[in-house]
């Protein structure tokens, strides 16, 4: 390449050749300018959307704890001492105390969990509605699972679908 600059139509070519590139450079760049100022409140409206949606999942997720929680099989559960945190990817984590034939829930983290779920709010609906097989969920990769996972085994018995 370096032999083409040392006559004076390589020179020219290479000169043209980088002007052509810079003046492309800058029409695009313009062009993305004037889209992203035109986009500028559409991407506005969708963070407004997001916002609302994810205070929709957070209003739902409540209401499937409450609802997780008066179906409660305290027979199922005898002597069972254990913590389930559920950490909803798409929403605030909450967890699920049982103690002596108790169940209480909770938005937030505990410290001390048995054992650690993983979800989206819509695979938690799924499953405590009965729609999808917890298991199944978990093999799919839908639900992870962390600590004493032979213990989340136990959650359909413990909260048996209405």
């Known amino acids: 390449m370096h032999w083409i600059l040392k ?3 390589g020179r020219w070519l290479a000169h043209h050749f980088i002007n052509y590139k810079a003046a492309r ?7 993305s ?7 500028n409140s ?20 409540a209401n499937v704890f409450d609802d997780m929680k ?17 950490q909803i990817e798409d ?15 909770a938005q937030g983290e505990h410290d001390d969990p048995t054992v650690t779920l993983m979800m989206d709010s819509e695979t938690l609906q799924e499953v405590l509605s009965g729609e999808t097989d917890g298991m ?3 093999m799919a990769g839908r639900i992870r699972a962390d600590g004493d996972i032979m213990l989340a085994t136990r959650l359909t018995a413990l909260f048996p679908v209405g």
């Open 136 to 138: 199944q969920a978990f």
């Open 70 to 86: 008066g179906r409660f099989n305290s027979s199922a559960a005898g002597d069972l001492d254990a913590v389930f945190q559920y």
């Open 7 to 9: 006559f004076s139509a």
């Open 25 to 31: 450079y800058e029409a695009r760049r313009q062009a």
């Open 33 to 39: 300018l004037t889209s992203d100022a035109n986009n």
């Open 42 to 61: 559409v991407l506005n409206t969708a963070a407004e959307q997001e916002d609302n949606s994810k205070e929709i999942v957070m209003a739902d997720l």
């Open 91 to 105: 929403g605030v984590p909450y967890y699920v105390v049982i103690n002596d034939g108790t169940c209480e829930t």
